[in-house]
T-cell receptor
Framework: ETGVTQTPRHLVMGMTNKKSLKCEQHLGHNAMYWYKQSAKKPLELMFVYNFKEQTENNSVPSRFSPECPNSSHLFLHLHTLQPEDSALYLC????????????FGPGTRLLVL | DQQVKQNSPSLSVQEGRISILNCDYTNSMFDYFLWYKKYPAEGPTFLISISSIKDKNEDGRFTVFLNKSAKHLSLHIVPSQPGDSAVYFCAAKIRGGSEKLVFGKGTKLTVNP
């Protein structure tokens, strides 16, 4: 596998379910990101991790819980979501340093019923 | 308030002609700008970038122009090809080493054969 992979690619869950999204990067990067893309809205940054430490939380509700066990893996734990949380969730990675390009995974299309 | 704006949600051009995608920004602290391309069911892929110390950057058929005084950048694709049909996102980075990318809503480009 090369690049940034995300699983699952599609997820349907009820509001009482707990699920997790997984992201893995094979690029040797040390920064990882979660973005949300809702219909007709710009990509919204959710979280940033640098060397496994969370450096940014963009006012994300606590029903989204990120986890970064190492520089190659990033999880987004979901619980008690709302229908308006239905969106495309994208993971990205980059080298830290301020100007490095971010590389994106294919995304997980989430539908909350 | 959106800091990065792509005011044209869609653009249609003929194969072989020039495509011009526009982007405006409001935050004068941005010092690095990127264009990403996104096909359906895939994550955004990096296309080209420009630093605020430059006013033009060229890579093959793709050229990005930056007008700092107008807080405007544009992406030129020439000649346009049907395979260029995708959604193009403009993004900007905040000065100071932050990893945060701020995205526009995107412009859907259709290149007709």
């Amino acid at each position: 596998e090369t690049g940034v992979t995300q699983t699952p690619r599609h997820l349907v869950m009820g509001m009482t379910n707990k699920k997790s999204l997984k992201c893995e990067q094979h690029l040797g990067h040390n920064a990882m990101y979660w973005y949300k893309q809702s219909a007709k809205k710009p990509l919204e940054l959710m979280f940033v991790y640098n060397f496994k430490e969370q450096t940014e939380n963009n006012s994300v509700p606590s029903r989204f819980s990120p986890e970064c066990p190492n520089s190659s893996h990033l999880f987004l734990h979901l619980h008690t979501l709302q229908p308006e949380d239905s969106a495309l969730y994208l993971c990205a990675s980059s080298q830290s340093g301020g100007r490095e390009t971010q590389y994106f995974g294919p995304g997980t299309r989430l539908l909350v019923l | 308030d959106q800091q990065v704006k792509q005011n044209s949600p869609s653009l249609s051009v003929q194969e072989g002609r020039i495509s011009i995608l526009n982007c405006d920004y409001t935050n004068s602290m941005f010092d690095y700008f990127l264009w990403y391309k996104k096909y359906p069911a895939e994550g955004p892929t990096f296309l080209i970038s420009i630093s605020s110390i430059k006013d033009k950057n060229e890579d093959g058929r793709f050229t990005v122009f930056l007008n700092k005084s107008a807080k405007h950048l544009s992406l030129h694709i020439v000649p346009s090809q049907p395979g260029d049909s995708a959604v193009y996102f403009c993004a900007a980075k905040i000065r100071g080493g932050s990893e945060k990318l701020v995205f526009g809503k995107g412009t859907k480009l259709t290149v007709n054969p």
